[in-house]
């Protein structure tokens, strides 16, 4: 069964640094979305996308974060300058057209802001 | 803002009992509305959903209920078993945008 994917699975990053975090949506899924989870806590929405434009972000979702689909396949979160609030455990997810809304969750990449 | 409200925070149960979950929500305009089951350390797994034309769904031993007049769900779980064991989030979303909003989590411990 296809599963949403993402890399990497661990990342550690310094205070001030820029953030790519990379995930790939089931393959004919066509609604992307970004979530975050800091450890112990709910999970808190980002973002969610739809051919190829933002349709929802959050408050949290500030002008330091930013998403991109580069191709037909890659959905990218980017953190321009991470703060240590920022880290969190980071989950991508999918959706299918015939049943919008359902959304299928990657592994999720841990985030270490030092 | 939105809002998604959930109790139990926390739920011990003995083995074969029944679970109930409750939660509510703000946005008259959500009409989705799924459940999440999270086991330590792994991705939020969709466990049933239920849209805002019905007001009952099953699935086995899970079963959901909405009340769109009150902004009302709720989760079942009869016969529950040591392996239901987890964290469990609703959440509400409006599929016009996809905003997703989740409650705040009940961790469930079913005791052998």
């Known amino acids: 069964e296809p599963e949403v994917t993402q890399t990497p699975s661990h990342q550690v990053t310094q205070m001030g640094q820029e953030v790519i975090l990379r995930c790939v949506p089931i393959?004919?899924?066509?609604?992307f979305y970004w979530y975050r989870q800091i450890l112990g806590q709910k999970v808190e929405f980002l973002v969610s996308?739809?051919?190829?434009?933002?349709?929802?972000k959050s408050e949290i979702f500030d002008d330091q974060f930013s998403v991109e689909r580069p191709d037909g396949s890659n959905f990218t979160l980017k953190i321009r300058s991470t703060k240590l609030e920022d880290s969190a455990m980071y989950f991508c997810a999918s959706s299918p057209r015939e049943r919008s809304g359902e959304q299928f969750f990657g592994p999720g990449t841990r985030l270490t802001v030092l | 803002g939105e809002n998604v409200e959930q109790h139990p925070s926390t739920l011990s149960v003995q083995e074969g009992d029944s679970a109930v979950i409750k939660c509510t929500y703000s946005d008259s305009a959500s009409n989705y509305f799924p459940w999440y089951k999270q086991e330590l350390g792994k991705r939020p797994q969709l466990i049933i959903d239920?849209?805002?034309?019905?007001g009952e769904k099953k699935d086995q031993r899970i079963a959901v209920t909405l009340n769109k007049t009150a902004k009302h769900f709720s989760l079942h779980i009869t016969e529950t078993q040591p392996e239901d064991s987890a964290v469990y989030f609703c959440a509400a979303l409006n599929t016009g945008g996809f905003k997703t909003i989740f409650g705040a989590g009940t961790r469930l411990f079913v005791k052998a």
């Open positions: 239920i849209r805002s034309n019905v």
């Open positions: 996308f739809y051919n190829n434009e933002i349709s929802e």
């Open positions: 393959s004919n899924h066509l609604y």
